[in-house]
């Protein structure tokens, strides 16, 4: 075998290895912390009644009342713990053990993965702050937790730090577009970067169905970690694949009938996360094909607010759109995997269009 042919069959061993690795330390994990939300009773006291927006919400509460009361939410802490620990793990045993193994399944990198793991544990921490004050029923928010006006503004901080470190310390000032190249946009990256983190945060919304948020996200965060290993970002893709591994076991658990739902200390991590990924990728652009069923849900929820607000009438009987087509009496497995195989085809076409645009 050839040095090439070596090396590349390590790099796809390592990434196999990373995801059961992963799934490993997750399903160890997870009924651990599945006793302590549900002896701590981590879930609402009363199901959601008002939207956003103040109005109410009486088909979401008679399809969800009883889930809400008694499902722990913040099982998102599984994932986030999950790729803290792997990330910790593999970067001792680099230092600790010699060799050319442990020397590359240490996948912490200044320009790949440092920003990636500080967007997916600030923004998991937010949403765990967010999660303990809805269970306690505390904070100025309806239903308890970290107001909207709040929540936004630290994400928003979030984002500036992330488009400081592209701009200032990696050097990133372009943007590509598929079959014409970069084009510079030099000090309008760091506003793009902020709006495109807003925008895919905003797409949160995508949880509450048993087993819908893991099924969806995965083959989107497989997307991504097959466009990050084509382009040689190889820490990039092992940080994904780690993600990819806690999920999978986040969806044994979370399938129904759930033991647990993220929460937004999963959701808020994964989405503001997603958004990093997309720009270290430099396929930002891909992003609205690629997690297409995340800009219809976060779309469902805008479009039914500002009808709702300048028409006085509703869009969807229930948003996000999944609710509407629960509302409409489709069965909650149904809703769920024909989301994931929606999820599953629009990332296989954002795969397209990205080799298509490398080649021609």
């Given at each position: 075998?050839?040095?090439?042919?070596?090396?590349?069959?390590?790099?796809?061993?390592?990434?196999?290895?990373?995801?059961?690795?992963?799934?490993?330390?997750?399903?160890?994990?997870?009924?651990?912390?599945?006793?302590?939300?549900?002896?701590?009773?981590?879930?609402?006291?009363?199901?959601?009644?008002?939207?956003?927006?103040?109005?109410?919400?009486?088909?979401?509460?008679?399809?969800?009342?009883?889930?809400?009361?008694?499902?722990?939410?913040?099982?998102?802490?599984?994932?986030?713990?999950?790729?803290?620990?792997?990330?910790?793990?593999?970067?001792?045993?680099?230092?600790?053990?010699?060799?050319?193994?442990?020397?590359?399944?240490?996948?912490?990198?200044?320009?790949?993965?440092?920003?990636?793991?500080?967007?997916l544990i600030s923004s998991s921490l937010l949403g765990l702050i967010d999660d303990i004050l809805v269970v306690?029923?505390?904070?100025?928010?309806?239903?308890?937790?970290?107001?909207?006006?709040?929540?936004?503004?630290?994400?928003?901080?979030?984002?500036?730090?992330?488009?400081?470190?592209?701009?200032?310390?990696?050097?990133?000032?372009?943007?590509?577009?598929?079959?014409?190249?970069?084009?510079?946009?030099?000090?309008?990256?760091?506003?793009?970067?902020?709006?495109?983190?807003?925008?895919?945060?905003?797409?949160?919304?995508?949880?509450?169905?048993?087993?819908?948020?893991?099924?969806?996200?995965?083959?989107?965060?497989?997307?991504?970690?097959?466009?990050?290993?084509?382009?040689?970002?190889?820490?990039?893709?092992?940080?994904?694949?780690?993600?990819?591994?806690?999920?999978?076991?986040?969806?044994?658990?979370?399938?129904?009938?759930?033991?647990?739902?993220?929460?937004?200390?999963?959701?808020?991590?994964?989405?503001?996360?997603?958004?990093?990924?997309?720009?270290?990728?430099?396929?930002?652009?891909?992003?609205?094909?690629?997690?297409?069923?995340?800009?219809?849900?976060?779309?469902?929820?805008?479009?039914?607010?500002?009808?709702?607000?300048?028409?006085?009438?509703?869009?969807?009987?229930?948003?996000?759109?999944?609710?509407?087509?629960?509302?409409?009496?489709?069965?909650?497995?149904?809703?769920?995997?024909r989301f994931w195989i929606i999820s599953a085809v629009a990332s296989a076409l954002g795969l397209v269009l990205?080799?298509?645009?490398?080649?021609?």
């Open positions: 075998m050839n040095p090439i042919d070596q090396n590349n069959t390590f790099l796809i061993v390592r990434t196999l290895v990373l995801f059961i690795f992963s799934f490993g330390v997750a399903i160890l994990s997870a009924p651990f912390l599945i006793k302590i939300l549900y002896k701590n009773k981590a879930w609402k006291k009363k199901p959601r009644e008002y939207t956003i927006g103040g109005g109410k919400t009486p088909i979401f509460t008679s399809l969800h009342a009883e889930k809400e009361v008694s499902t722990p939410r913040m099982g998102g802490i599984l994932i986030w713990w999950t790729v803290l620990a792997v990330t910790g793990l593999m970067f001792a045993a680099s230092k600790l053990f010699t060799g050319q193994f442990w020397g590359q399944m240490n996948f912490v990198s200044r320009s790949q993965t440092w920003l990636p793991i500080f967007a306690k029923n505390k904070g100025k928010y309806v239903g308890g937790g970290i107001r909207f006006k709040v929540r936004l503004s630290v994400i928003g901080i979030i984002a500036l730090i992330g488009s400081w470190w592209f701009y200032f310390k990696l050097g990133w000032s372009s943007i590509y577009v598929p079959f014409y190249g970069n084009i510079p946009i030099d000090g309008w990256y760091i506003l793009l970067f902020v709006l495109v983190v807003f925008a895919t945060f905003s797409s949160s919304v995508v949880d509450g169905l048993d087993g819908l948020s893991a099924g969806v996200l995965s083959p989107i965060f497989a997307a991504f970690g097959i466009i990050a290993y084509i382009r040689g970002e190889y820490d990039l893709a092992a940080f994904i694949t780690v993600i990819i591994g806690a999920l999978a076991t986040y969806l044994w658990f979370n399938v129904h009938p759930a033991k647990f739902y993220m929460g937004e200390t999963g959701i808020m991590g994964l989405t503001v996360t997603l958004a990093v990924i997309a720009f270290l990728t430099n396929s930002v652009i891909f992003l609205p094909l690629i997690a297409f069923v995340l800009v219809i849900e976060s779309a469902s929820v805008l479009i039914q607010l500002v009808s709702k607000k300048f028409f006085g009438r509703k869009i969807f009987l229930s948003a996000p759109i999944h609710h509407h087509f629960q509302a409409l009496g489709w069965p909650e497995s149904q809703v769920t995997m990205f080799f298509l645009a490398r080649f021609y």
